[in-house]
């Protein structure tokens, strides 16, 4: 067993390369050799993942993964615990559909983190995604449950269809966040492009978003200012094309 | 065994294993913490006539509570492990959920018992209440005319220790009273540890059941009331005109003892001719604080 499964990109990949293989808890035991060995798909032709990384490290709930992987896939995908890093950007379909443990990406995201199969109702139903840059469409749409953070802007309809959970961006939401959101939250800390399906409720002190973001701050060392964490905040009750029980929270710099 | 001209009895307390919890009560300042902590822990002296006891253990910076805001810790007790979370969710609802400002953590996370203390006070929100769960742990969040109450939804309970005490036998009132303060200056803010009586004080110990009336669980103490030494088997020394009690819940046995040795010893002044400590002959409760050994 090793402290950590580092995954280093050795061949990188000339077409999207599905990895959805990548998940911190299934690595918990096998060896070196065998995580070698898990499928992938690049170009939709079958191969293993040792035929673009090399492998260190076996038998651990903690991964590691470097290179520029803007063309992998699926990282984390139905992943249900343990801690994956990611020095760098990556693909499409971060954590979809995970259940549990923490993804933290150093980088920025492609579309549909943290969301759904195709066709499936649901997304994320548990698990935190730290994505330290930007993210594609669709972060975290249909999250049943979990926390997803973006630090820079977050592309259209984040959140889209959420059944609960959160979504955090730092920077600017496009448009059609939390489009058709039945529960959960979406707190913007920048711009947000708001569907015209939610209403203003109230400007108020949310009491669990100094929790939250000096949680941030412990776990994850995300440089949360004062302003934020003690703020105050408008609350847009949405989607009232849906449930109506979910909201956008947009802080007010003051 | 005296200290400062007080002689220490060779004597015990005798005390109670009881259920705990540990609240984290927050608000926008220390003054709306307090006030929440003081209306929860009112009416709380002895689970003789109010089902708990409970007290403040101490006052909480910024930095020492979960939502980075003043707060107080409140210990709370009850006999059996029941009657905790139907006394928890009856006074938080009463006291915190309706105090402005104020927010309600739990204090032991690490206890493997877990009352759902959020989870039934919840309702309260009528179908518009939401959770979060950050770092693991499942927030509720529940709408109110102010703004939002928030509390967590389990609070762990372990087994704790209730009554332990000593007597303070004074030459007269004011030297009780100046003693009995004193102690309880002393035992102020220890961890672990509660007075749960006005002050930190009682006036009226009591004795299990009665002499003369069949249905009362306890009435007064007469071996150690003065006003009755000359027609009671008294325990009174003569020179005595005044007892008080101080009667401490606490975590653990070791929190208790720590926060008698500190007491005691401040209670030893002018004024004062004995410590002594009540306790059933050692039959009825598992934990035996002697004051001699606490204080050697």
């Not at chain 2, 309970?157 to 100046?178: H, R, S, T, W, Y």
């Not at chain 2, 003693?179 to 009682?202: C, D, Y």
Request: glycine share 14%; net charge positive; charged share 20%.
């Amino acid at each position: 067993m090793s402290d950590a499964v580092v995954l280093t990109l050795a061949t990188a990949p000339t077409r999207p390369l599905v990895a959805d293989c990548i998940a911190a808890d299934r690595f918990t035991s096998l060896g070196a050799r065998d995580i070698g060995q898990l499928p992938v798909t690049h170009g939709g032709r079958r191969a293993r993942l040792g035929d673009f990384f090399t492998v260190t490290g076996e038998r651990s709930a903690t991964l590691r993964i470097a290179g520029d992987l803007t063309k992998v896939e699926g990282i984390g995908a139905g992943m249900a615990g343990g801690d994956l890093v990611v020095d760098g950007s990556v693909g499409r379909d971060l954590g979809r559909a995970m259940a549990g443990g923490r993804i933290d990406v150093h980088g920025s995201a492609g579309e549909n983190a943290g969301g759904a199969l195709p066709g499936a109702a649901r997304g994320m139903t548990g698990g935190e995604i730290v994505i330290r840059g930007g993210a594609g469409a669709q972060a975290g749409a249909a999250a049943r449950r979990g926390l997803i953070v973006v630090t820079g802007d977050a592309g259209p309809q984040a959140g889209r269809g959420m059944i609960a959970g959160t979504v955090l961006v730092f920077g600017r939401a496009a448009a059609g966040a939390g489009r058709f959101l039945k529960r959960g939250s979406i707190v913007a800390l920048g711009a947000i492009d708001r569907p015209a399906t939610f209403r203003y409720a109230c400007t108020y002190r949310p009491p669990h978003l100094p929790l939250l973001f000096r949680y941030l701050r412990t776990r994850y060392g995300l440089a949360m200012g004062d302003p934020q964490i003690t703020g105050r905040y408008e609350r847009y009750s949405g989607d009232l094309a849906e449930l109506g029980k979910g909201e956008i929270l947009q802080w007010v710099a003051e | 065994m005296k200290i400062e001209g007080v002689t220490i009895e060779d004597t015990f307390a005798e005390a109670f294993t009881m259920r705990v919890a540990r609240l984290i009560i927050t608000g926008r300042n220390a003054k709306w913490a307090r006030e929440a902590a003081v209306k929860l822990t009112g009416f709380a002296t002895s689970v003789i006539g109010c089902k708990c006891e409970a007290g403040i253990e101490r006052e909480l910076t910024g930095d020492e509570t979960p939502d980075g805001r003043p707060g107080v810790s409140v210990l709370f007790l009850t006999l059996d492990k029941e009657s905790l979370p139907e006394q928890l969710i009856v006074r938080i609802g009463q006291t915190v959920l309706t105090c402005p400002t104020t927010a309600c953590f739990d204090g032991l996370t690490l206890a493997p018992d877990r009352l759902a203390v959020g989870k039934a006070l919840r309702v309260f929100g009528d179908g518009f209440q939401a959770s979060k769960v950050i770092g693991g742990k499942r927030y509720w969040r529940l709408p109110v005319m102010e703004g939002e109450f928030l509390v967590e939804e389990t609070f762990g309970m372990q087994k704790g220790v209730g009554g332990g005490n000593f007597l303070i036998l004074a030459e007269n009132a004011d030297a009780a009273l100046a003693a009995a303060e004193a102690a309880v200056v002393a035992m102020t803010n220890l961890p672990g540890v509660i007075l749960p009586f006005p002050g930190g004080v009682v006036r009226s110990g009591s004795k299990v059941g009665s002499k003369r009336y069949k249905n009362m669980i306890a009435t007064t103490n007469d071996p150690f009331d003065p006003t009755l030494r000359a027609i009671t088997a008294s325990q009174v020394p003569v020179g005595v005109n005044s007892v008080l009690e101080i009667v401490l819940d606490g975590t653990d046995a070791p929190a208790i003892e720590a926060a008698m040795r500190v007491g005691i010893r401040a209670a030893c002044r002018p004024g004062v001719v004995a410590i002594t400590a009540g306790n059933y002959g050692g039959k009825l409760g598992p934990h035996h604080f002697h004051l001699r050994k606490i204080l050697a």
